[in-house]
């Protein structure tokens, strides 16, 4: 479970915060009027997402690779150009 904070609490304890996202894995939620708004993540977990969705982006490519293409003439004639 993440711990929360308000973004008033995370500014006097962010050498904190950070310590505790890099050393310990913690994961920090900041909350400004009692909604979420920001997280302090280990590194490792933004890797994680960001190779999540890297490898999204190149299933949708893959698969837009096999949809068929459209010519640009029949394009402009449908709009009336």
């Given at each position: 479970m993440a711990r929360k904070l308000t973004t008033s609490s995370a500014r006097s304890e962010f050498a904190d915060i950070l310590?505790?996202?890099a050393y310990a894995g913690?994961?920090?939620?900041?909350h400004r009027?009692?909604?979420?708004?920001?997280?302090?993540v280990p590194?490792?977990?933004?890797?994680?997402?960001?190779?999540m969705e890297d490898s999204m982006d190149l299933d949708?490519?893959?698969?837009?690779?096999n949809?068929?293409?459209i010519p640009w003439s029949k394009i402009k004639k449908e709009?009336?150009?």
């Amino acid at each position: 479970m993440a711990r929360k904070l308000t973004t008033s609490s995370a500014r006097s304890e962010f050498a904190d915060i950070l310590n505790r996202a890099a050393y310990a894995g913690e994961r920090i939620i900041l909350h400004r009027h009692k909604k979420p708004v920001a997280a302090v993540v280990p590194l490792e977990d933004l890797e994680t997402l960001e190779r999540m969705e890297d490898s999204m982006d190149l299933d949708e490519v893959r698969k837009r690779l096999n949809d068929p293409t459209i010519p640009w003439s029949k394009i402009k004639k449908e709009l009336g150009l």
